[in-house]
C-alpha cells in the first residue's frame, strides 16, 4: 500500500528517521505504524553492526553525584558534531542516572538495566538513538561510588573527575573536595598515594633507574647495593609526579605544598578532619587508537581510482 503524507510525518517525528524509509518501512508494513517502527529497527540495527568496527574515539565523559552516590561515565561516538546532539548528551545523562539508581555490576548489567526515565533497556535506547543519528555509538566504561562525593567535568565533557572525602565537616570540605578534583584533572596521578602503587610498579621504576645507572660510565661499577639505595631515593620524583596526595598543589596561591598536606591543614581550619579516600578521572577517548584518515585515498576509492 502506498503511505500518506501524514502517516509518514507521524514515524518521522516518533522515530526520528528521515523521509524515505519511513515510507519505505511503512510500505513494507502494509501502513502498520508499529510494524514499521519494528522494521525501522532491524535496518537500523543492522547498519549498526556494520557501523561498529568504526572508531568511536569522541563523545562525552559525565560525573553526577545524587545524594552520597555518584557515577562517572564515559559514552563513545564517531564525530564531535554528533556528541553535541542534544538527545546523545540526553542519553549520556539517562544513563548515568542508572548506573547511580541501579548499581550495575558491569557493563553488560548495565545495558541491559531499564534505562532511567524509561521502559526500554539501555541497550535499546542505544539502538533506537542510532537510528536518529547513525554513528557507532560505545557506552565504554563508568564507576559508581558512594560517600561524600565531589564531581568536576573539564571541557564540556572532554575530562570526567570524582573525589571521595572521608571527612566530619559535610558541606564544609566540598570546597576543598573541588580543588582536589581540579588538581586530578590537570595532573592525571596514576595513584593516590605512594602507598597504594603496586609493588610491581615500584620494582619496575627501580630497575629502570638501575639499568640507566648501569649506561652511565661514572656509575657502572659501584656495588649493586649502592644502586639499589640511589634508585630507592629516586623513587621519591616518581612519586611526586604520579600520586595525588604527593603532587605539588597547583593552587600555589592558596597553599605552597602538597596535595596531602593542603587537605590536611583546610581540614585543620575548617574545625574537622579531611582526607581523600579515592579519586576517578576519565579522560574522553583515552586509549582509543584512532584511524588516521587519509582523505586523498578516500576520494579516490569512491571515484573509482584506486
Known sequence: MKASVAEIKELMAATGVGMMDCKKALEEADGDRDQAMTILREKGLASQAKKAGRVAAEGIVTAVVEGNVGAVVEVNIETDFAANNDEFKAFVAAVAKTVIEKAPADLDALKAATISGGTTTVEEALQELFIK??????IRRFERLEGTLIPYVHGEGR??????????LGEKAFEVGKDCALQVAAMNPAYLSKETVPASVIESEKNIVIAQMNEDPKMASKPDQVKAKIAEGKLGKFYTENCLLEQQFVKTDV???????YVESAGKKLGGSISVAQFVRFERGEGVEKKADDFAAEVAAMAGLK
Do not use: A, Q
Not at 133 to 138: A, F, L, S
Not at 255 to 261: W, Y
Open 255 to 261: 597553599f605552597d605544598g602538597t596535595v596531602g598536606k
Open 133 to 138: 543519528i547513525r554513528e557507532n555509538m560505545v
Open 159 to 168: 575530562i570526567g573527575v570524582m573525589v571521595k572525602l572521608d571527612t566530619d
